[in-house]
C-alpha cells in the first residue's frame, strides 16, 4: 500500500484539516494564477448579467485544490454549494433527487466524475444543455417519459482521469481547467500561511524550504507533512520547527528530498532490475509491485512524470536517466534509452 502521509487522496485524518485551512477567497488561494484570473471573470462576467456561470471542468491530480475552487466559485457567486461524487450517484432516482433539489444558481459539485456509471452520464446530457430532466416511467411499450423542468444551475466536475470521461459528457462543459502541480514558492507560501492558522512556529526559511520540497508539489501533502513535522518538533524539539527537527521528521518518515516514499523508490527500482529499464506496461508493474494499478496511476505515476523519473511511451513505461541517478544506479546508455 501507498504511504499515508504522502498519499494525496484525501484520507479520513485530512477533512479537519483541510476544513480548517482551505481558503475562503481567490486572494487566499495560492498559485493556479491563470486559472484564478479566468475564473474571475467568467464569474464577474455572470454576475453582471445575473446568470448562473457555465458548467465548470476541473482536472489535476488529487490534492492541488479542485474543490476548494469550487467552493470559492460558490461564495465569489453568493450560490449554495451541493456536494457529491461519481460512485455516490448509482441510480437515476440518486441523481433525481439531487437535481430536485437545487435551487436557481445552486451549484452542484461532483467530485471523481469520471466514475459516473454510463446511465447517469446519458441522463446528464439534456440536464446540462437544457435543464429538464427525463424520467422514463414504466418498462416496455407502455413506458413513457416524463420531463421535470429544472432551475438554472451550474454544474462542477472534478476529476483526476479526464481521459476516462467520455467525449459527449466532456463537451457539455462551458469551462475547462487543468490544474498543475505547484511550484516550490507557492507550496512554502502554502505551508506559511497554515502555520499561522495552526499557531505553529517556524524559526527559519531553510525550515519551510525543506517540508515545501518533500510535499510533491501538493497542497495536501504539505499541510499533512506539517502536521506530522509539527509533531515531532514538540516530542524531540522545543515546539518550534526548524532545520534539523524538519530534515529529522523526514527522515523518520522515509521521505526524501523529492518527496518520494519508499513505495515511489520500489516502483523505480523494480521498473529498472526486473523489467531492465522498461519499457513496462501497467498491469505487470502493479503485480510485480503489489499494488493496485489505480494507485500506480493516481498517486504515484503523475509526480513521477513531473519529476522527470518516468517517462510514457506506447510501450509502457521507462525509467529515465535522473531515476538512475537518484537511486544510485548505473545507467545504461544504449539506443533504446538514448531515446528518451
Known amino acids: 500500500m501507498s504511504s499515508r502521509i504522502t498519499e494525496p487522496k484525501q484520507l479520513n485524518e485530512d477533512r479537519y484539516l483541510d476544513s480548517t485551512l482551505r481558503p475562503c477567497s481567490f486572494d487566499e488561494y495560492v498559485g493556479q494564477e491563470k486559472i484564478k484570473d479566468n475564473l474571475k471573470i467568467l464569474i464577474e462576467a455572470a454576475n453582471q448579467r445575473k446568470e448562473a456561470i457555465d458548467h465548470i471542468l476541473l482536472s489535476g491530480s488529487s490534492g492541488l485544490g479542485k474543490t476548494t475552487l469550487a467552493?470559492?466559485?460558490?461564495?465569489?457567486?453568493?450560490?449554495?454549494?451541493?456536494?457529491?461524487?461519481?460512485?455516490?450517484?448509482?441510480?437515476?432516482?440518486?441523481?433525481?433527487?439531487?437535481?430536485?433539489?437545487?435551487?436557481?444558481?445552486?451549484?452542484?459539485?461532483?467530485?471523481?466524475?469520471?466514475?459516473?456509471?454510463?446511465?447517469?452520464?446519458?441522463?446528464?446530457?439534456?440536464?446540462?444543455?437544457?435543464?429538464?430532466?427525463?424520467?422514463?416511467?414504466?418498462?416496455?411499450?407502455?413506458?413513457?417519459?416524463?420531463?421535470?423542468?429544472?432551475?438554472?444551475?451550474?454544474?462542477?466536475?472534478?476529476?483526476?482521469?479526464?481521459?476516462?470521461?467520455?467525449?459527449?459528457?466532456?463537451?457539455?462543459?462551458?469551462?475547462?481547467?487543468?490544474?498543475?502541480?505547484?511550484?516550490?514558492?507557492?507550496?512554502?507560501?502554502?505551508?506559511?500561511?497554515?502555520?499561522?492558522?495552526?499557531?505553529?512556529?517556524?524559526?527559519?526559511?531553510?525550515?519551510?524550504?525543506?517540508?515545501?520540497?518533500?510535499?510533491?508539489?501538493?497542497?495536501?501533502?504539505?499541510?499533512?507533512?506539517?502536521?506530522?513535522?509539527?509533531?515531532?518538533?514538540q516530542v524531540r524539539g522545543n515546539g518550534i520547527i526548524n532545520q534539523q527537527t524538519s530534515q529529522e521528521a523526514l527522515q523518520m518518515l522515509e521521505i526524501d528530498q523529492y518527496g518520494l516514499e519508499p513505495t515511489d523508490r520500489r516502483l523505480l527500482e523494480m521498473i529498472i532490475t526486473k523489467f531492465n529499464g522498461g519499457p513496462v506496461g501497467l498491469h505487470a508493474l502493479a503485480a510485480a509491485c503489489q499494488e493496485e494499478t489505480e494507485t500506480i496511476a493516481d498517486v504515484h505515476e503523475p509526480y513521477l512524470l513531473q519529476l522527470g523519473f518516468l517517462d510514457r511511451t506506447p510501450r509502457g513505461r521507462i525509467a529515465t536517466k535522473l531515476a538512475y541517478n537518484h537511486l544510485g544506479l548505473n545507467y545504461p546508455e544504449d539506443s533504446r534509452n538514448s531515446l528518451l
Open 71 to 233: 467552493y470559492i466559485i460558490a461564495k465569489e457567486m453568493n450560490s449554495n454549494i451541493k456536494i457529491t461524487s461519481g460512485p455516490a450517484i448509482e441510480k437515476v432516482g440518486d441523481l433525481a433527487s439531487i437535481l430536485t433539489n437545487l435551487q436557481p444558481g445552486d451549484i452542484l459539485f461532483i467530485d471523481e466524475i469520471h466514475r459516473l456509471n454510463k446511465t447517469i452520464e446519458e441522463t446528464l446530457y439534456p440536464v446540462m444543455e437544457d435543464f429538464v430532466l427525463d424520467i422514463i416511467i414504466g418498462k416496455g411499450p407502455s413506458a413513457r417519459t416524463l420531463q421535470l423542468e429544472l432551475p438554472r444551475f451550474t454544474m462542477i466536475g472534478a476529476t483526476t482521469r479526464t481521459g476516462l470521461i467520455s467525449s459527449p459528457l466532456r463537451s457539455r462543459f462551458g469551462a475547462t481547467y487543468r490544474l498543475d502541480f505547484y511550484q516550490q514558492p507557492d507550496i512554502e507560501s502554502i505551508i506559511d500561511r497554515s502555520a499561522k492558522i495552526l499557531k505553529v512556529s517556524i524559526d527559519n526559511p531553510e525550515a519551510l524550504r525543506i517540508i515545501a520540497q518533500s510535499s510533491r508539489r501538493t497542497p495536501r501533502v504539505a499541510n499533512r507533512l506539517l502536521k506530522r513535522v509539527r509533531d515531532y518538533s
